[in-house]
């Protein structure tokens, strides 16, 4: 076991007073991130330093440039974010760090550095599940939510339905079986030409189409389940592309168009299916696809239907950045967890369960 409890109980309060400071640090894919909050929910500073344009020319993240580009950019971006929140490294309290999924090299980096910082600081440090960051980014900017909730994690890695029985206890509820949603936006962005990264690129398609355009799969619709599929859909609109010699202006935005507005139905289905199955009122969305507006506008209907509440982090803190990993790791510490200088990178991390017999069931 990597994360432990610390000797002696700590005072939870003192680690959301404004006045501890928390430095974050996320490298599991193509961003180098880190970050400085106050007391789990004051940004005073965020520094995202993206490697797009390094993997750009790629059409996606090379795992071994992702790494030496995190290993040029950790300690610049760390100074820069002490920096902007006019802090100190002394008057760091404690470290934050995603320690998995993601790619082992680039999360590697990370790791090292929170560990070289909180040895030669004698500070503290601990680390956290890059999704549960993800969903921490709506407790960032919501101080006043409390679990029990329902999570969508959308990214280019996931797409979970979490239940969120308390603070760091979660319970996957539904997930996909193969594509995670931002992987198919990608994956269609690159059969289109698009570029990389998709999402944002199809979605700016899509403003201008017909959602109706053109036929898409709905898998696993009607099926009693909480899982997603998303590999048929790029299939079926590498078919029509093949179908369709004209590729004109209209017929691309159409395809983006009826792309996305089916990723969005069966996203939003299945968030209401898991509502009503588990009983609560209280949903998140996260993760980069969380960005995408058309999701967060028909989500937050469909949730507001159910007599629920939908809660969202701005699109800045939907992508991977550091400071939800703050936020997450600030919770842990302040519940007195620390992690072991034997905490490594894991790149198939599994989320922290809710024991079986109090979490939801599904
Ligand atoms: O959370 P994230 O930054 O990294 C992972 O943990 O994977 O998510 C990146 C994913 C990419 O697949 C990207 O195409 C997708 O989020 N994405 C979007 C939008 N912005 C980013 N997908 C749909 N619409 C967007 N506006
Ligand atoms: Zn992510």
């Not at 998709?198 to 979605?203: L, W």
């Not at 389940?225 to 590498?238: E, I, Q, R, Y």
């Not at 996305?260 to 996260?286: C, F, H, I, P, Y």
């Not at 058309?294 to 550091?322: F, H, K, S, W």
Request: aromatic share 6%; charged share 20%; net charge neutral.
């Amino acid at each position: 076991m990597q994360n432990s409890l610390a000797g002696g109980a700590p005072d939870p309060g003192q680690y959301f007073d404004s006045g501890f400071l928390c430095l974050g640090l996320e490298t599991s894919c193509d961003e180098t991130s880190a970050a400085v909050v106050a007391g789990a929910h004051q940004i005073r500073s965020n520094v995202i330093s993206s490697q797009i344009a390094v993997h750009q020319r790629f059409g996606g993240v090379v795992p071994e440039i992702a790494a030496r580009r995190h290993l040029e950019r950790i300690v610049p971006v760390v100074e820069q974010a002490l920096q902007e929140a006019h802090a100190s490294l002394d008057q760091i309290g404690g470290i934050a760090v995603s320690y998995g999924p993601g790619l082992v090299g680039a999360l590697l980096v990370g790791v090292s550095a929170a560990k070289g910082l909180a040895l030669a600081l004698g500070k503290p440090f601990i680390g956290v599940h890059h999704v549960e960051g993800h969903i921490y980014a709506n407790f960032l900017v919501h101080p006043e939510l409390e679990p029990p909730a329902l999570c969508l994690t959308v990214s280019g890695g996931h797409t979970d339905l979490v239940y969120i029985r308390a603070h760091g206890e979660f319970r996957v509820v539904g997930r996909t079986r193969d594509d995670a949603a931002g992987e198919a936006f990608d994956k269609v962005a690159r059969l289109l030409g698009l570029g990389y990264p998709g999402g944002p690129a199809v979605e700016a398609q899509a403003r201008q189409g017909d959602p109706q355009a053109y036929p898409m799969p709905r898998a696993l619709a009607g099926e009693d389940t909480l899982d997603f599929s998303f590999s048929g859909l790029k299939t079926a609109v590498a078919r029509l592309i093949q179908e369709l010699p004209d590729r004109n202006p209209r017929t691309l935005s159409n395809l983006c168009a009826s792309f996305q507005a089916a990723v969005v139905d069966v996203l939003v289905s299945r968030t209401v299916q898991a509502m009503k199955k588990l009983g609560v009122r209280t949903v998140l969305l996260s993760g980069g696809v969380a960005a995408n507006g058309e999701l967060r506008r028909r989500l937050e209907e469909a949730v507001r239907q159910q007599g629920g509440r939908l809660y969202m982090p701005p699109a800045i803190l939907c992508t991977d950045n550091a400071a939800m990993v703050a936020c997450a790791g600030t919770y842990r510490l302040a519940r007195g967890e620390r992690s072991g200088w034997d905490l490594n990178a894991v790149p198939s991390l599994a989320l922290p369960e809710a024991p079986a017999a109090s979490g939801a069931s599904a």
